[in-house]
């Protein structure tokens, strides 16, 4: 097998009983219409042969429109191989993403295609809004004749007797200028108008004849019917209204808010957990919005990070490098260090930066304060990481400028404070040894019938739950206290107190049961419960954060 005479690709053999092959060739051309050449051997048995003798080949011709089923060719044979051979094979022809439509066509001009004949034809989008149609002759990779369509307005026309070929007509035309075509099928001229349509951003919509040969119509029943219905759809759901508006008259930075905070809404309810990206298709919806209607990339960002935020500060598990990533893109807006060096912005994109990033703050040293809830055991993974290094963002007055450390140093420190008061009412809380004021009133009450014993488990309880908080944050959060820098020197010795102390208490707690009527033993062990339970929380506190002072006292 081989393609345009580049490089050839040979089979395995089979057995002559069973003549299959499973072999895929996989070629590249630049050719729109390439050439496919396939030979049949047959192993020589001579003892002198070298070459393999030769079956017979067959040339195909295959256009990006060709089925894609397997087709019985005949192939041709040498003249001393008298029988037929006919060989199936399966050709796919992928088109490249500029390539709009292609196909056949018969074509009369006046600056180009000046001879009315078939020619084989390809719609290109050059650029954005740029298309060209070309006609291409075999083999060649360079169009032959080419024309762009800007400015040209494509419909249906009649008939055209007085030109031999071709028997479905439609025109282009422009002022001074005005090209006919025609194709041998009613389908094929209808999907030609319709790309033509999309390509020229005409606003008149040609509308298909309907005085059709029984014939015609019964071949092109399938597409029409599809045609028509998805019509019939848009005008069922109200969208004729918005496809025969005039674009120019719509407020498009509006709509493409609503647009982009919907699709991100239906990308958030995904099964699968998507943090906020969007998905490849949605990202190509969105950028060809941008491009055909103009919405400033500065406020595509705003609104994007602004819906991020929104849905972070109701709970929605949005990554921080995605936010990182929007933030970045609308300061260097702001500041006007754009990597391409061309960048503008409004005063009302400017002020809603501001606020977007004062919300942002209180985003971030909130997520940190409540880090083992906002990332339990460290999910997503370098998701508190990225969290610290958004904050870092955040804190640069410009672009370029870069934070004090020492201001990043007591943000996080600042934040570490409050959350040492927010993990130990959570823990406490889970042990019951502290609650809100009708729990206390009703704990005090029952002082008095409380043991000693009772006292001593519920605060070992506590502390077994404060050292697997301990480990926990070693474990999982250890960055942070790298961040922030925090050290203590005694943390360990708070704990060996505690724990002697437990033990004591337990040793005491035991001889109470026997010598209950000594007072001054009694006395003691209140007070060293007194003890233990200051030691305990100062311990906590130390031991977790280190710049949090707060005692409690029971």
């Known amino acids: ?43 020589s048995t001579g003892v002198l042969s070298i070459d393999d003798t030769l079956l017979g080949k067959v040339v195909i011709k295959p256009t990006p429109n060709s089925p894609k089923t397997p087709e019985w060719y005949k192939m041709t044979t040498p003249k001393h191989i008298t029988e037929q051979i006919k060989i199936k094979i399966a050709i ?110 005409q606003s008149h919509k040609p509308v298909p004849p309907t005085t059709h040969t029984v014939a015609t119509a019964s071949k092109s029943n399938t597409i029409i019917s599809r045609m028509q219905g998805d ?40 099964s699968y957990s998507c943090l906020g990206w969007f998905s490849p298709g949605q990202v190509f919806v969105l950028d060809e919005y941008c491009a055909r209607y103009g919405v400033r990339g500065c406020h595509r960002h705003l609104c994007y990070l602004s819906d991020l935020l929104e849905r972070a500060e109701g709970g929605t598990m949005i990554d921080p490098t995605l936010i990182h990533y929007s933030f970045a893109f609308c300061a260097s807006h702001i500041h006007g260090n754009r990597p391409d060096g061309i960048g503008t912005v409004t005063q009302l994109e400017r002020e809603k930066f501001e606020e977007i990033k004062d919300n942002l703050r209180c985003l971030l040293e909130y997520q940190i304060t409540n880090f083992r809830y906002c990332f339990p055991f460290g999910r997503p993974e370098g998701a508190l990481k990225a969290t610290l290094s958004l904050l870092e963002r955040v804190l640069m007055k410009d672009i370029v400028t870069p934070a004090p450390q020492e201001e ?35 704990e ?14 519920e605060l070992m309880h506590l502390s077994e739950l404060c050292i697997d908080v301990l480990q926990q944050n070693e474990e999982h959060h250890s960055e942070l206290y790298k961040k922030s820098k925090v050290r203590d020197t005694f943390i360990h010795g708070w704990l060996v107190v505690f724990v002697i102390m437990s033990v004591i208490l337990w040793l005491m707690a035991s001889c109470l049961s026997i010598c209950s009527h000594m007072p001054v033993l009694l006395f003691l062990v209140r007070l060293l419960l007194s003890l233990s339970s200051v030691t305990i929380t100062y311990s906590f506190h130390s031991l977790s954060f280190a710049q949090y002072r707060h005692h409690r006292w029971r």
């Open 1 to 43: 097998m081989e393609v345009d005479g580049g490089e050839k690709l040979q089979t395995d053999q089979a057995e002559a009983s069973k003549p299959c092959w499973d072999t895929q060739g996989d070629f590249t051309t630049t050719h729109p219409l390439p050439v496919v050449k396939v030979k049949l051997y047959t192993e």
């Open 92 to 201: 796919k022809m992928d088109k490249p993403q500029n390539m709009k439509y292609c196909g056949w066509l018969y074509a009369l001009g006046k600056t180009v295609w000046k001879k009315w004949k078939k020619r084989f034809f390809v719609l290109v989008q050059v650029s954005q809004y740029t298309f060209a149609m070309c006609s291409y002759r075999e083999k060649k990779a360079d169009p032959h004749e080419m024309m762009q369509i800007d400015g040209y307005t494509v419909d249906y026309t009649d008939l055209v007797t007085d030109l031999d070929g071709g028997k479905h007509f439609f025109n282009a035309v422009r002022e001074g200028d005005s090209i006919i075509f025609a194709t041998d099928e009613e389908v094929e001229r209808q999907l030609w108008v319709q790309a033509l349509y999309r390509a020229t951003g």
């Open 231 to 270: 019509a019939d759809r848009a005008r069922k759901h109200g969208m004729d209204e918005f496809i025969q508006a005039d674009p120019c008259k719509f407020d498009h930075a509006n709509l493409f808010e609503i647009l982009q905070r919907q699709t991100l809404d239906h990308r958030l309810n995904d």
């Open 408 to 442: 990043v140093y007591n943000t996080i420190r600042k934040c570490l404070q409050n959350a040492a008061l927010v993990n130990y009412e959570r823990v406490s809380s889970y042990a019951k040894i502290e609650g809100n004021a009708e729990d206390l009133k009703k």
């Open 444 to 457: 005090t009450l029952s002082m008095e019938v409380m043991t000693p014993q009772r006292k001593l488990e």
